[in-house]
């Protein structure tokens, strides 16, 4: 068994109410928003979730006037975990905002709440932050990055929610990719930001899933989209020091399109001229991904590892707590193969977040 | 000049920029015409036997680096009209796969006449 500090790639935050947002909003657009509600509903929800019996026993830690997190999420100590990356959960949706300004003015909202509420409060496990950007307007994204990114406990460009309609690997986003490599952190996406019908992008081919169900099976189509997509668009030769953290989507489409991504690049490349290594070769280098999601059955789990070994190097744990729902650290610990759980518990996280996240374990005199 | 030569035909006979196809011995031979310069190849793609004399010759195109692409006028390659599979000129090896390769002949032109020695081991340049 691994022993040694754990970096948790995946821990949910949100606002107990929009207000705690609002109030970061500068004073004309605190006029403008005024009582409007800001959130975006996620459109897919478990069944029952609306009911007020399950609110307590899933969802995420939320800010409160105290420091830390509401004492009635908490889902127990965790002593063995050293670091929290934070992974927005209403705020996901934001930057999918109709109006382009007021999801501009939103997403510098947020991270100033995060900065002044998650990531300042001298707690212990260390916690680092995701910078919110609007990536509907890249240009005003990148100068968010270049805004916050200097903040030495923002520890990724979180990319949510998709409203340009464009795969990610598309030219249009480079100047986020440009100044997240410029103030040199890493950039994670999560899985079913795309999910929103308010927006031209969608989870799935030919048309938004049905159910809640249906949309848990399909909801790895976006990231396949996003995965290809970077690859294939050559943006890792354009940025050679971008690295991704694909939080949540399970493990099991990894493999097959790889192979058949490797299969294309064999036979096309005078298509695609400025792919000079393999896509499966791309990803290991340039991806992490956060077992949050990761498949429950073990003989599943068992074959995909024996697909694809090369997730030794990328599995990072991502517990998705405090949701019920999550992989637990004792989980993670009984899924993986013995001789993963370094690689998993800290160090392809470590290494991934090495320009914000320290090497060493959290020391005594270590605040904020 | 090698001992072994098998004449192929005037090199008029051969267009530039284009793949022709030549039988000698019950074994068929794909051309490639470059300017000057000629290669000889078994006219069968080693990804899963195409006919690569159907196919097309074209200048390298590729990446030194960065998200740019440049085109090579000097350096031919072949491309499989089956699958697509590209193969460098000379070496013969598969541009994304270079383990897998066409098999080549020495090739040389001499007072306008092609030559090839079809008996010896591929070279990784043609012989003048």
């Known amino acids: 068994m691994s022993s040694g500090p754990v970096i948790d790639c995946c821990v949910r935050q949100d606002w107990g109410s929009q207000r705690e947002i609002v109030d970061y909003l500068p004073e004309a657009w605190r006029e403008w928003v005024g009582t409007r509600a800001i959130g975006i509903e996620a459109p897919y929800r478990k069944p029952g979730s609306r009911r007020p019996e399950f609110n307590l026993s899933s969802g995420t830690y939320k800010a409160n006037d105290d420091d830390g997190p509401s004492p009635s999420l908490l889902r127990g100590s965790r002593p063995d975990v050293a670091d929290e990356v934070l992974i927005p959960g209403s705020a996901l949706y934001l930057p999918a905002y109709n109006n382009p300004r007021l999801a501009v003015a939103l997403c510098s909202a947020v991270n100033d709440w995060t900065i002044d509420r998650w990531l300042s409060n001298g707690q212990s496990p260390r916690r680092w932050g995701s910078i919110l950007v609007p990536n509907q307007s890249p240009d005003e994204a990148a100068a968010e990055v270049r805004r916050v990114g200097g903040h030495p406990r923002m520890a990724q460009v979180l990319l949510s929610v998709n409203g340009l309609a464009k795969p990610f690997g598309h030219p249009a986003y480079y100047p986020i990719y440009e100044a997240a490599t410029e103030v040199g952190v890493p950039v994670a996406i999560s899985v079913g930001s795309d999910a929103l019908p308010d927006t031209l992008s969608q989870t799935a081919a030919i048309a938004p899933p049905g159910t809640f169900s249906e949309y848990q099976v399909l909801v790895v189509q976006a990231f396949m989209t996003h995965v290809v997509s970077l690859i294939g668009q050559g943006v890792f030769e354009r940025f050679p020091e971008l690295r991704i953290m694909l939080v949540g989507g399970s493990l099991g489409w990894i493999a097959p399109t790889l192979w058949r991504s490797d299969l294309q690049y064999r036979a096309f490349g005078r298509d695609v001229p400025w792919m000079r290594r393999r896509p499966s070769e791309y990803f290991h280098d340039h991806f992490r991904v956060a077992t949050v999601d990761m498949e429950r059955d073990g003989d599943v789990l068992e074959a995909t590892f024996e697909a694809f070994p090369q997730l030794e190097q990328i599995l990072c744990l991502g517990t998705g707590s405090p949701a019920d729902d999550g992989w637990s650290l004792e989980d993670a610990r009984d899924a993986v193969p013995p001789a993963w759980l370094a690689g998993l518990l800290r160090e392809n996280a470590a290494e991934f977040y090495s320009a914000r996240i320290p090497s060493t374990a959290l020391q005594e005199d270590e605040v904020g | ?128």
Request: aromatic letters at 8%; charged letters at 25%; hydrophobic letters at 40%.
């Open chain 2, 1 to 128: 000049m090698p001992k072994t030569r098998t004449a192929l035909g005037p090199l008029s006979r051969f267009r530039d920029r284009e793949l022709s196809s030549v039988v000698v011995d019950d074994m068929e031979l794909a051309v490639v015409r470059w300017s000057e310069r000629v290669f000889v190849m078994r006219n069968r793609c080693p990804h899963q036997l195409g006919p690569v004399c159907e196919g097309i010759v074209v200048s390298w195109l590729g990446s030194r680096g960065g998200s740019e692409i440049v085109v090579d006028d000097n350096h031919p390659v072949v491309v499989c009209p089956w699958h697509r599979w590209e193969f460098d000129l000379p070496s013969g090896a598969a541009l994304r796969d270079p383990k897998v390769r066409l098999r080549q002949f020495p090739a040389w032109v001499v007072e306008d006449q092609v030559f090839a020695d079809l008996t010896g081991r591929p070279p990784t340049e043609p012989e003048q």
